[in-house]
């Protein structure tokens, strides 16, 4: 099995999850909208501290990279992007109504009425987040995907919103650490929940799983418990042998 930071790199296959726990997603997140950036933002490239250090992040475009603004998902252990062309959004994941609210406060001061933040503010607030509130969870996500499938839960907090999609996910638990590529490559030492969704998976931290997603009973939806309570069952649970 292939190492990636002394951690195996996980491998699934559609039999890991026929057995696997049903789930709807209700992640709480603070939507933060990218605008059409001047310059476009900044070359979509794999910083200094990444094993990927200089590649690119996107496809790119002759051999030249995308530009837009790049982040780190301290969750998942993942260096992440997002187009800086004003249609995606980065999504500041499981959050309390509380850090919303706070969330919202720096956003304004940070825009000092603009209604889209430009590169540098877009840094700052994610550096609040992360430092002010110990918030690390963070990626991308297409705008029309945030008005397809989130709706605001306080119409006073525009950008704090709530998925409520339909859609089924089907999730296992991995309790050894390993390495994943999913969308991006994650990291997870301590292991994690994978979710599926058709032909994609990804990893989740096990705790904000349990936060964020909801089971199935018939067609009403109920709270996570623990994940031995949820993961107990045979065929619930794949090892990673190293």
Do not use: C
Not at 27 to 50: A, C, Q, T
Not at 55 to 74: A, E, W
Not at 91 to 107: C, E, I, P, R, W
């Amino acid at each position: 099995m292939e190492k990636i930071e002394n951690l195996p790199l996980l491998k699934v296959e559609p039999v890991d999850f026929k057995r696997a726990l049903t789930v709807v997603n209700r992640s709480k997140r603070f939507v933060i909208s990218v605008p059409n950036l001047p310059d476009g933002g900044e070359p979509l490239v794999y910083p200094e501290s990444s094993e990927r250090a200089g590649q690119l992040m996107t496809k790119g475009s002759q051999g030249k990279p995308d530009r837009g603004v790049v982040f780190f998902n301290g969750k998942d252990n993942a260096w992440q992007s997002v187009k800086g062309g004003g249609a995606d959004t980065i999504l500041v994941n499981d959050v309390s109504t509380h850090q919303a609210n706070l969330l919202l406060q720096k956003y304004r001061e940070l825009g000092a009425g603009v209604q889209l933040l430009g590169l540098a503010e877009i840094k700052k607030l994610l550096s609040y987040a992360a430092n002010e509130l110990g918030i690390v969870d963070f990626y991308n996500k297409q705008r029309v995907s945030v008005e397809r499938d989130m709706v605001v839960i306080d119409a006073s907090n525009p950008f704090f919103m709530e998925v409520n999609s339909s859609v089924l996910h089907k999730a296992i638990y991995v309790p050894d650490g390993f390495a994943f590529d999913g969308p991006v490559k994650q990291v997870f030492p301590n292991g994690a929940v994978i979710v599926n969704k058709g032909k994609y998976s990804w990893g989740v931290d096990s705790a904000v799983f349990l936060r964020s997603y909801r089971a199935l009973v018939g067609r009403r939806e109920r709270l996570l418990g623990s994940v031995e309570r949820e993961f107990g069952l045979s065929g619930r649970t794949k090892r990673v042998w190293i």
